[in-house]
């Protein structure tokens, strides 16, 4: 038996059929142990062996250089906000930030409670909102930064970077030497990223991972050993680092399905293979919007992401019924965020391309029948 709905919330968001029917016949005893995974000590050889093997598998998936630590934590992307210029910045400092959408709007607000934050571009003040990113020629990079934080995938605005940023000696450039940050909530795991161009990587698991109550950070190991005094232990990333995300009890389940995960995504081809997958899914529905007389979509295409699309019907007044006849087609959660208005459908790693196949049918079906 298979679900018949295709899920397209944005978070917490549709999980791999495959990873929750493991786990459904795994939950009662976890391979003769007669424990479930979530009755297990964390520091247990049964439950260790799934923590490493899940660590080990993210390392494989990302390519994560061995000079890079990968931290599991709590408190989700938000919490890190104030934890990466805690964690960074010490005591005093300055951060740069660039702002292309209500997540990195949010970082940058609340870091300015911790520290020196300017802001380097606000895509917002071209005048139509969050649909484009300025280029990096115009970026304003202070010449005394610890940081340059990022957001890699505006979940809300439908904004993603196509990579890093350009690094280098040229003017423009952002210096070699400028740690870039990133907050990955809703990309990771979606295509192939050169660690190597990010001090620090995190984001919550939510989107692409797992479940909620999980939070990745990788980090740049010669950025651990610069926090603030008052950076709480559970959240300093030297303390997550030395005791191996044992500092304080892991999200432990959620880590098993994290796992789960990675390994579903091996046999997807990895992440190569399914960024293949996920270009194949957003050109089919970004196609199908430019095509139509109904649906909107107001993101510059080079900047569109291919996780998530917001889309406007021309007429709003159709929005009600248009959700409602999704739901009845067994299309959920389609409905946009509140800041944004219209439609959003996010179509992260788990969502099949036959679930898009029948978000386009159903869309060029509505708009057939108001014609
Ligand atoms: C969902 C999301 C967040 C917020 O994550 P929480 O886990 O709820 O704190 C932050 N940034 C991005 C890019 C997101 O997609």
């Known amino acids: 038996m298979s679900r018949a709905a295709f899920n397209f919330s944005p978070g917490p968001a549709?999980?791999?059929?495959?990873?929750?029917?493991?786990?459904?016949?795994?939950l009662l005893d976890?391979?003769?142990?007669?424990?479930?995974?979530?009755?297990?000590?964390?520091?247990?050889?049964?439950?260790?062996?799934?923590?490493?093997?899940?660590?080990a598998d993210l390392r494989d998936l990302l390519a994560i250089p061995d000079d890079y630590a990968v931290l599991f934590m709590q408190g989700g992307a938000l919490a890190q906000n104030p934890l990466v210029p805690l964690n960074l910045l010490g005591e005093g400092g300055a951060a740069d930030y660039l702002i292309t959408g209500q997540w990195s709007l949010k970082s940058a607000k609340e870091a300015a409670r911790y520290g020196a934050i300017r802001v380097v571009a606000d895509a917002a003040q071209g005048g139509r909102g969050y649909t484009s990113v300025p280029p990096q020629a115009t970026w304003q990079l202070s010449r005394d930064a610890r940081y340059l934080h990022l957001c890699a995938n505006e979940t809300i605005d439908g904004v993603e970077l196509e990579g890093p940023p350009a690094q280098g000696t040229a003017p423009h450039e952002v210096p070699l030497d400028l740690p870039v940050v990133a907050d990955m909530s809703s990309n990771i795991v979606s295509r192939p990223i050169d660690v190597r161009r990010y001090g620090l990587i995190y984001g919550g698991a939510q989107k692409n991972i797992g479940p909620a109550g999980l939070t990745f950070v990788i980090v740049r190991k010669d950025l651990l050993g610069r926090a603030h005094p008052l950076t709480p232990s559970a959240f300093n990333y030297s303390v997550v680092a030395e005791s191996g995300s044992m500092y304080n009890t892991p999200p432990t389940y959620a880590i098993y399905l994290a796992g789960l995960?990675?390994?579903?995504?091996?046999?997807?081809?990895?992440?190569?293979?399914?960024?293949?997958?996920?270009?194949?899914?957003?050109?089919?529905?970004?196609?199908?919007?430019?095509?139509?007389?109904?649906?909107?979509?107001?993101?510059?295409?080079?900047?569109?992401?291919r996780m998530n699309v917001p889309f406007f019907l021309r007429d709003?007044?159709?929005?009600?019924?248009?959700?409602?006849?999704?739901?009845?087609?067994?299309?959920?959660?389609?409905?946009?965020?509140?800041?944004?208005?219209?439609?959003?459908?996010?179509?992260?790693?788990?969502?099949?391309?036959?679930?898009v196949q029948a978000l386009v049918e159903y869309m060029q079906d509505f708009e057939r029948r108001r014609a």
């Open 14 to 26: 549709v999980m791999p059929e495959p990873v929750l029917r493991q786990a459904a016949e795994e």
């Open 30 to 55: 976890w391979r003769g142990t007669g424990m479930s995974v979530m009755e297990m000590s964390h520091r247990g050889p049964a439950f260790m062996s799934i923590y490493e093997q899940a660590v």
């Open 261 to 305: 995960v990675f390994q579903w995504l091996k046999a997807q081809g990895g992440v190569a293979g399914i960024a293949a997958v996920n270009a194949t899914k957003a050109k089919l529905l970004y196609d199908a919007i430019d095509a139509s007389e109904l649906y909107e979509n107001r993101v510059d295409p080079p900047w569109r992401s």
């Open 316 to 355: 709003e007044r159709l929005n009600e019924c248009f959700l409602e006849e999704a739901k009845a087609a067994e299309l959920l959660q389609l409905k946009g965020h509140r800041v944004v208005g219209g439609m959003r459908a996010s179509i992260y790693n788990a969502m099949p391309l036959e679930g």
